[in-house]
């Protein structure tokens, strides 16, 4: 079934309404529509994107991010998952306990930002 309406709007314009409440931090409104919506229409879809927006919400806090001026690209994420951590932990021949592995990563970050 096809929702014509969330959060007594139209669905395009709730759409537009929660991803601006996402950018400002404010997921857990999002997350309580989207659990009323699922429930009122027995939707396992919007069950599911609430249980995801609850589970990242510190993670789509974009607002946040930009004003401590940190990027929220997940292109400079990946890329620096490759171009940092993966140089560092897949070197041929090494294994690492996953105890020491943060330790190792943050030697890594030290080193590659120059300080």
Same mark, same amino acid.
């Given at each position: 079934?096809?929702?014509?309406?969330?959060?007594?709007?139209?669905?395009?314009?709730?759409?537009?309404?929660?991803?601006?409440?996402?950018? =400002?931090?404010?997921? =857990?409104?999002?997350?309580?529509?989207?659990?009323?919506?699922?429930?009122? $229409?027995?939707?396992?879809?919007?069950?599911?994107?609430?249980?995801?927006?609850? =589970?990242?919400?510190?993670?789509?806090?974009?607002?946040?991010?930009?004003?401590?001026?940190?990027?929220?690209?997940?292109?400079?994420?990946?890329?620096?998952?490759?171009?940092?951590?993966?140089?560092?932990?897949?070197?041929?021949?090494?294994?690492?306990?996953?105890?020491?592995?943060? $330790?190792?990563?943050?030697?890594?970050?030290?080193?590659? $930002?120059?300080?």
């Amino acid at each position: 079934m096809e929702l014509e309406q969330l959060g007594g709007l139209p669905k395009a314009t709730w759409i537009q309404s929660a991803l601006s409440r996402l950018e =400002r931090g404010e997921a =857990r409104s999002v997350v309580a529509e989207l659990r009323c919506a699922a429930e009122q $229409n027995k939707n396992e879809i919007l069950r599911h994107e609430a249980d995801y927006f609850e =589970r990242n919400q510190d993670a789509v806090a974009y607002q946040k991010y930009r004003d401590h001026g940190w990027s929220t690209a997940s292109s400079e994420i990946e890329s620096g998952h490759r171009s940092v951590v993966q140089v560092r932990l897949k070197l041929p021949g090494t294994w690492w306990h996953p105890d020491n592995v943060k $330790n190792i990563l943050a030697l890594r970050m030290i080193k590659v $930002n120059g300080w």
